[in-house]
């Protein structure tokens, strides 16, 4: 469990039944906040994070030392503007970034979850932290916005709460995993489970730590968030420090002792339990299952104002799959806005400094904001 | 603004739903949504034009009017406009029933190729017509299917449309057009502007 004194934890008494038939409270979700709440409480924007982000949206990671995972994106002056709206994002429940997650005690046994923890979906990550909204008083938030597992958890919030938003900006994402999304978090998780030192999940007593299996899923999924081109582009077929290849199964080439590195870097902050529940919750996320198949159905109840945002070199959640979401939601006359980013930069499109992308979110923010 | 845009205008009621194809830079949706309180979308091929529209405040889906069309239900709009977009397409008759299915009514714009300055530039020079509504060269104009109003006209008959106003455009001037100042009309117009149901 992190207990790093920086992390802001909210306590919630309200108890929670999870879509496994479980219920869980007096439960903790970590968030941050930035910017300022008006008076009017009318500038909020509720941000969720991705697979393996967390709550420090901007700024330097109080934790990790990093830049924040969207810091192109939120901040002073920027798309997101922190002057402006109010930024609240938290860890999503799961996660190990301070929210309830299997490195928490399990109440009745006074020892670490792992995988006792309950599997959890989307839709419980979204429905704990709507308690944030009481927290601070809002009764409506003037966005929601996030990319990849963070687009999954905007769609759900307006199918939750359709009162509760203005506008939503789901990114690269999908309303449904598909089974090649499904596919490649097993392969992830097969990594974790398989490597001799997870024990059954129960590594955390065992004083060990999974990380070969950790950092292979990493390994995997990395290669998903970036395209063909842009691997080609920045690696090509160059070498790792040396003249010549070795003959040998060192890491010979840049690609490879790239993602030696990535791996490396993600074990020290992320934990494999919490890898593999929140893979688990977007295998499970299919967002129409609930109105057999019709994804408008999800919608009805909104008057959100939608921006569909996805990038051309994503194949992860490509292109198509976002604009089903926009042909849903147009079936119903909802209203919705959407385009489809030039970029050579993959899934991680969204993530990165896409000027494209950051400027259509400030303008839509910018107008959405003026006319509310 | 283009005179074309504020006759378009005139033909709209207010506080209606309207769907804006092939709407560009979003300078006829803005001022229909200023003017008139209508509920306005837009469908655009183009990225940098979806992304001026995002700049306005407006609605659009980035989109091929040939193919997303589809996704909106029958008769989702009151108005859909077309505006010097339909003789782009491969399949225009495809789009204007699309049009007519998502749309109660629909209005549609056409550059007229039987213009006097069409008809003269062809037959002095002998070479394909540049005129300010058709301003490409033959190799690298989006035209494919070129017609003149009359040709519109007969196909919105031959396909059983009814044709609720048809409007000429000259410069500054409108005027309406009907059977027996068809020809007339067809000579002497720059755009063709119709309001039609299927």
Not at chain 2, 98 to 107: D, F, H, P, S
Request: proline letters at 3%; aromatic letters at 12%; charged letters at 25%.
């Amino acid at each position: 469990m992190n207990t790093n004194k920086n992390i802001k934890t909210l306590i919630v008494k309200k108890s929670l039944r999870l879509d496994c038939g479980k219920t869980i409270n007096n439960y903790p979700i970590a968030y941050e906040t930035y910017g300022a709440l008006n008076e009017k409480k009318d500038n909020a924007i509720l941000v969720f994070h991705a697979l393996t982000g967390d709550q420090f949206v901007t700024g330097k990671n109080p934790v990790t030392k990093k830049d924040g995972w969207w810091s192109y994106l939120v901040g002073p002056d920027k798309a997101i503007d922190t002057n402006k709206y109010f930024v609240i994002c938290s860890n999503v429940i799961g996660g190990c970034m301070g929210s309830y997650g299997p490195s928490h005690n399990d109440p009745n046994t006074q020892e670490v979850f792992g995988i006792n923890f309950p599997v959890i979906t989307i839709n419980d990550m979204v429905n704990a932290q709507e308690n944030l909204l009481d927290h601070f008083g809002i009764d409506k938030l003037f966005s929601v916005a996030g990319g990849s597992m963070g687009g999954m958890q905007v769609l759900q919030f307006v199918s939750n709460f359709p009162e509760k938003t203005k506008t939503a900006i789901p990114i690269a994402c999908t309303s449904s995993h598909s089974a090649q999304n499904i596919a490649l978090n097993e392969l992830g998780r097969q990594a974790i489970t398989a490597d001799s030192n997870w024990k059954e999940g129960n590594y955390l007593s065992k004083d060990t730590n999974p990380n070969k299996g950790l950092a292979v899923a990493r390994m995997a999924a990395h290669i998903t968030y970036l395209s063909k081109k842009g691997l080609q582009e920045k690696f090509g077929r160059k070498l790792q420090e040396r003249e010549d290849l070795k003959f040998s199964f060192d890491a010979d080439f840049q690609i490879e002792s790239y993602l030696r590195y990535q791996g490396s870097v993600f074990v020290d902050r992320f934990d494999a339990n919490s890898y593999l529940y929140i893979t688990r919750a977007m295998d499970y996320f299919d967002l129409s299952r609930k109105f057999k198949g019709n994804l408008s159905e999800a919608f009805k109840k909104t008057k959100a104002k939608f921006f569909i945002i996805s990038f051309t070199s994503d194949w992860l959640y490509p292109t198509q799959e976002n604009k089903d979401i926009v042909i849903a939601l147009n079936s119903i006359g909802a209203d919705v806005g959407f385009v489809e980013i030039e970029s050579d930069k993959g899934h991680d499109s969204f993530l990165l400094d896409v000027p494209d992308f950051l400027s259509a979110v400030k303008n839509f923010l910018e107008k959405s904001y003026l006319n509310s | 603004m283009k005179n074309e845009f504020k006759v378009i205008a005139d033909l709209i009621e207010k506080d209606k739903r309207v769907l804006d194809v092939g709407c560009s830079d979003g300078t006829l949706m803005k001022f229909l949504k200023d003017n008139k309180n209508v509920n306005i979308r837009g469908l655009e091929i183009s990225k940098d034009k979806v992304q001026k529209c995002i700049a306005k405040g407006l609605t659009v889906i980035e989109g091929n009017a040939e193919k997303d069309l589809v996704q909106f239900p029958n008769k989702a709009f009151d108005y859909v406009i077309l505006s010097q977009t339909l003789q782009a397409f491969l399949d225009p008759e495809l789009v204007l029933n699309e049009l007519l299915r998502v749309g109660k009514k629909a209005i549609v714009t056409i550059p007229n190729f039987g213009y006097w300055k069409v008809r003269f530039h062809l037959l002095t020079k002998g070479t394909m017509p540049i005129t300010k509504t058709l301003p490409d060269m033959w190799y690298n104009t989006p035209n494919l299917h070129m017609c003149t109003i009359k040709d519109f006209v007969h196909f919105t008959r031959s396909r059983n449309f009814k044709i609720f106003k048809s409007l000429a455009l000259n410069n500054d001037s409108i005027s309406l057009i009907n059977k027996s100042n068809l020809g007339f009309k067809n000579f002497f117009s720059d755009l063709g502007i119709f309001l039609i149901e299927k």
